[in-house]
């Protein structure tokens, strides 16, 4: 199966404006959307009813969405955030025995993959690139091991790479925390184990790597940090034999805890933060980077696409992602959308599916408006010159403007009300276009605003509203 023509080639950094990719076109494009935890693999408790693919992409595509994480996990029971007897399939490695691993099936031989999912990621993301959807393919999984204090859910005693469930004599010390000073499963210090890894690196390359609409995510929170920049390393080592080269992301680590500085200084193209205190050995230390309520504004050290999994794990609102759009980010939202739970079965309890998060929180009514706004602000970001338009706070007294000065201005009122434009970097005249975002309307401006001074307009509207100005040639 082929990928249809609907790409300009795979995404690299914009070589002027680093904030954003660029694909052969030679604009800026802007990432945007929704992802949910079982978009590759099943996820559920046995005999669940399979994840809805296409709808889900009809879903991303009716809300505007072009941006996806292609989750994976590495293990095939048991979550670490719940009892339930959650099963993840299919896994990449074969299970052909001989022998039964711990969970009664065939144990795994680390040597074969299990072509089925293979076949499934790329059939995936050609069908997501139908819609106009990128797919960033998650090589690792960080909650493969137990990442919580819980007494039940841990996932290590039936891992591939536990040597109770391969053929190969494959074993790794035990250990919740993956980290550069212990023998862990995703370190450095284990060459048999690295092999394996980076053998399943060079299949899941060979698979997807003439997609156009690919980028790759080395690991979801977890990864000594060498190990990291070895596997980014490593993708790119191969990428350069083969056709098309596509970027590798650096997303946060929380075990060991990891600053923000070690993603930035890394050889990824694009990172995911999260919120960074003054000192984690302060307790209620103040927050350098808060990436969730006033997000920093991007210099173009890196692509960055602001996660809510790694600044809220369950969270996210409207006013996060108009923040983040004006401060040069590309936001992203981990959605509930897919309950993956049985409420008709007795034992499930409401925090037994994947993801830990009770029916009420599922429907909470942010997530609604969240989804609309990514939709919204990748509109703006398609109707405007955004490779020449760079976060400038200063510019407006509300802190949230996106600005070509001189050209084109779009500013953010979180709390509506009135706004002060600095407008001295051009003479205008600008049309006026507002945009308020909770009731999804657009209303233009009475008349223009003049440059080359400041200039003090306000929202016709109560409740936040986007203001766009453009040159009137």
Known sequence: MSEPALFNGPLRVHPTNPRYFTDGSGKAIYLTGSHTWANLQDIGLPGGPPFPYNEYLNFMQRHGHNFMRFWMFEHPERASWTEAPIVFDPLPWARIGPGLATDGKLKFDLTMFDEGYFARMRERIIAAGVRGIYCAVMLFQGWSLHRTNAEVGDPWPVHPFNTANNVNGIDVPYTAEDDDEHPCLHSMMLPDVLAHQEAYVQKVVDTVNDLDNVLYEIINEGGATVW??????????????????????????????????????????????????????????????????????????????????????????????????????????????????????????????????????????????????????????????????????????????????????????????????????????????????????????????????????????????????????
């Open 228 to 473: 990291q920049i070895h596997m980014i390393d490593l993708v790119h080592r191969i990428e350069r034999t083969k056709a098309k080269q596509h970027p590798v992301g650096m997303t946060y680590r929380f075990r060991p805890k990891q600053y923000n500085g070690e993603l930035f200084n890394s050889p990824a193209e694009w990172v995911s933060p999260a919120n960074e205190p003054a000192g984690w050995w302060i307790p209620g230390a103040a927050v350098l980077e808060d990436y969730q309520n006033d997000p920093p504004a991007a210099d173009g050290r890196r692509v960055v696409l602001n996660d809510t999994d790694h600044i809220w794990g369950h969270g996210g609102n409207p006013m996060w992602v108009w923040k983040s759009f004006l401060r040069g980010l590309n936001p992203i939202f981990m959605d509930p959308w897919w309950p993956l739970y049985i409420e008709s079965d007795p034992q499930v309890t409401p925090w037994t599916f994947v993801g830990g998060i009770s029916k009420d929180q599922r429907d909470y009514p942010d997530w609604e408006p969240t989804r609309r706004a990514m939709g919204d602000t990748r509109r703006y970001a398609e109707r405007m010159d955004l490779a020449a338009m760079t976060p400038q706070p200063a510019l407006a007294s509300t802190r949230y403007c996106l600005a070509n000065v001189g050209q084109e201005y779009l500013v953010y009122l979180p709390e509506g009300g009135s706004v002060t434009l600095n407008l001295r970097g051009g003479e205008g005249p600008y049309a006026v276009e507002w945009f308020l975002p909770q009731v999804g309307r657009t209303i233009p401006g009475a008349h223009p605003l003049a440059g080359g001074d400041y200039a003090v307009t306000a929202a016709p509207y109560t409740g936040d509203a986007v203001l766009y100005l453009k040159k009137i040639d």
